[in-house]
């Protein structure tokens, strides 16, 4: 224990990878097969997120504006790899959208947070860009996946549906409008879940997180809170500019509905 905080030593470590052991044997004994896997898991997890602490670290010592903005740019391209990974049934080239949309979404929501909310010295501060960039990242990438995934699969079950509607006048967008607000509130709902019971049925990560450190638990609330706000509006608004950039893949240039199998 340092001060008012826990630090955790290898046998610590240690412990809670044979409680995820154990935890893959009875799985294992079960047969429901996925204790490797979990084993797996839990193994990367720790050596990731162990290299992600030297680097943040790393980052927070040099407190160069330059080098944060390295670690931001990985981060983004790791997370387009992450959401097209995840995403079932999209077509191929979405790479660009899928970039572009959180990086502006993500520049916005980071200048936000540190210019009118937070208000760090310096305004790049690394102990904040970087880790909040993670917990953005992290949530966007899963409403994107799912999001993206709801709106193909929607169109492909909607197909009479959006012939009828083409061959009556409608435009594409509003052919394709049904089909994005039901990805957009597929992708917002775990968000929105996450809002109404953080505090009274849960106390969050972040929060958590703090208070176990030996912050004080009012102002950890407080950050936990503006991660909520930026997680809630990134997500809306990274959601709806994909949608925006993607729709049109479902038509041809003419406004007729291309299938699946045409992508």
């Known amino acids: 224990m340092t001060g008012n905080s826990y630090n955790i030593d290898i046998w610590g470590l240690v412990v809670a990878l044979t409680m995820v052991a154990i935890a893959a044997g009875i799985s294992e004994l ?99 860009v970087v880790p909040l960039t993670g917990m953005l990242l992290g949530n966007t990438v899963s409403a994107l996946a799912v999001g993206l995934s709801r709106f193909y699969e929607s169109m492909d079950e909607r197909r ?43 106390i969050p990560g972040m929060m958590a997180g703090q208070v176990i450190a030996g912050g004080d638990p009012i102002n950890a609330a407080k950050y936990q809170f503006v991660v909520f706000a930026a997680i809630a509006a990134l997500t809306l608004v990274a959601d709806s500019l994909i949608m925006a950039m993607v729709y049109r893949t479902c038509f041809t240039a003419d406004d007729q509905y291309r299938p699946a199998t045409e992508r």
Not at 51 to 80: D, H, Q
Not at 86 to 93: E, F, I, L, M
Not at 168 to 197: C, D, H, N, Q
């Open 30 to 128: 079960m047969r429901i097969n996925i204790g490797k896997t979990l084993l797996w898991s839990a193994c990367r997890a720790l050596l990731q997120l162990c290299a992600m602490g030297f680097v943040v670290g790393y980052v927070i010592r040099a407190n160069n504006v330059w080098l944060v903005f390295t670690v931001i740019a990985v981060m983004l391209v790791a997370a387009v790899q992450i959401t097209l990974s995840r995403a079932k049934g999209v077509p191929k080239g979405l790479a660009g959208p899928v970039l572009l949309s959180l990086t502006i979404t993500m520049l916005l929501m980071i200048a936000l947070v540190t210019e009118l909310v937070v208000r760090p010295h310096p305004w790049y501060a690394p102990q904040l």
């Open 160 to 202: 009479d549906e959006i012939d009828t509607m083409l061959a009556l006048g409608a435009s594409a967008w509003e052919a394709a409008r049904p089909s994005i607000v039901s990805s957009i509130r597929l992708g917002l709902l775990p968000t929105t879940a996450t809002l109404a019971s953080c505090g009274i049925v849960t």
